[in-house]
Nanobody, 131 residues
Framework: VQLVESGGGLVQTGGSLRLSCAVS????????IGWFRQVPGKEREGVAC????????YYSRSVKGRFTMSTDIAKSTVYLEMTNLKPDDTAVYYC?????????????????????????WGHGTQVTVSS
């Protein structure tokens, strides 16, 4: 499984960015996928997670209504569309994936989006929002 993020950069408050995660080595129908972010000194935060077959999507309270996660199976790419960006959104953003283990795992992914539910990770892309 390989995941490669791109699309990060510097943007002003209120601006938008679209992150991309090119994936390979797995079938979307069998995997859960997530976007996470981390700032130095803080734990990695689950931003958005999607169940296998894309039946359910979780968004953290801090981004709900502003971020949208989507997938393009034909392009083997996962996106995170970010709008109305704020300085608090500044972080390194990571894409992650794992095979959907069982119902417990799937429920955990779409209700809490925890980083421990994912074993494959990209290297991250920096997003900086200036005030």
């Amino acid at each position: 499984v390989q995941l490669v993020e791109s699309g990060g950069g510097l943007v002003q408050t209120g601006g938008s960015l679209r992150l991309s995660c090119a994936v390979s080595g797995f079938t979307f129908d069998d995997y859960v996928i997530g976007w996470f972010r981390q700032v130095p000194g803080k734990e990695r935060e689950g931003v958005a997670c999607i169940s296998k077959r894309h039946e359910d999507t979780y968004y953290s309270r801090s981004v709900k209504g502003r971020f949208t996660m989507s997938t393009d199976i034909a392009k083997s790419t996962v996106y995170l569309e970010m709008t109305n960006l704020k300085p608090d959104d500044t972080a390194v953003y990571y894409c992650a994936a794992d095979r959907a283990h069982d119902q417990t795992h799937s429920i955990m992914v779409v209700t809490k989006c925890p980083s421990l539910a994912f074993r494959s990770w990209g290297h991250g892309t920096q997003v900086t929002v200036s005030s």
